[in-house]
């Protein structure tokens, strides 16, 4: 795992955008695991953005949301595949046929989990994941005592996720209480890994999910299994973390992010800090 902290939350989407549209213009039949939430829409717009100014292609890439509430068609504007229309699809050159997201309305929920699975499988897998982080430590909707194996499937969310969220249906009495979710085991398929964290909000459950003892309770803390995953944050959400330093001297000094840093300093005047 690697931590990029970055100065506050544009600068922290802008690089998880730049990270995606690098992925893409390399390959541009990728599959893109795709997430909502606030955190994510500011990532949409820059993604939105490239297509419209430097002709970001996705034309040919397929794209697998993580989760869609239990019970609202995808005609509610509060269902995750209207999130994704508002803030993506609609505004670039994607094939819809190539997007997906489980039918939270389908007749048999565990079938559609099953056929859900298989069609990541067919596509040949999820290429680059992108995921943010529930207050409650969840990816997708893997809440509390989500098994760190677990595949796609109908959860039940949490009080905590009820509350963080209802807004956004004017009231928990009209949200969904399930939602179907690809699972832990599932997100950790995935080639590769970005996580987006930001606001002083999420320093605690970001500090528990990156530093913290892998448990089901927080299942944010399965991606310290990940073989490249790399969890991008602004300084707010950074606040509780203890090994800063250390993230700070990779990002600085790795080649892989020189492109992506927003200072050079002048070689030499940069030590690795003393423990
Ligand atoms: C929902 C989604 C998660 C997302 C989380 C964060 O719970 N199912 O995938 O990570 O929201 O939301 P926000 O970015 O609004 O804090």
Known sequence: MEVIIQPNQEAAADLVARVVARELRANPHLVLGLAT??????????????????????????????????????????????????????????????????????????????????????????????????????????????????????????????????????GQKKMPRRAITMGVGTILESRRCILLATGAEKADILARAIEGPISGMVSATALQLHPHCTVVVDEAAAAKLTEVDYYRWIFENEPEWREFRLLKRPAGSDPMPEK
């Not at 953005?49 to 989760?67: A, G, I, P």
């Not at 670039?92 to 099953?114: F, M, S, Y």
């Open 37 to 170: 939430g606030r955190t994510m829409e500011r990532v949409y717009q820059r993604l939105v953005q490239k297509h419209r100014e430097q002709k970001l292609d996705f034309s040919l890439c397929t794209t697998f949301n993580l989760d869609e509430y239990v019970g609202l068609p995808s005609s509610d504007p509060n269902s995750y595949r209207h999130y994704m229309d508002d803030h993506l699809f609609r505004h670039v050159n994607i094939d819809l046929r190539n997007t997906h997201l489980p039918n939270g309305v389908a007749e048999d929920l565990d079938r559609e989990c099953e056929l859900y699975e298989k069609a990541i499988l067919r596509f040949g897998g999820i290429d680059l994941q992108l995921l943010g982080i529930g207050k409650a430590g969840h990816i997708g909707f893997n809440e509390p005592l989500s098994a760190l194996r677990s595949r796609t499937r109908v959860k039940a969310l949490t009080p905590v996720t009820l509350a963080q969220n209802a807004a956004l249906f004017g």
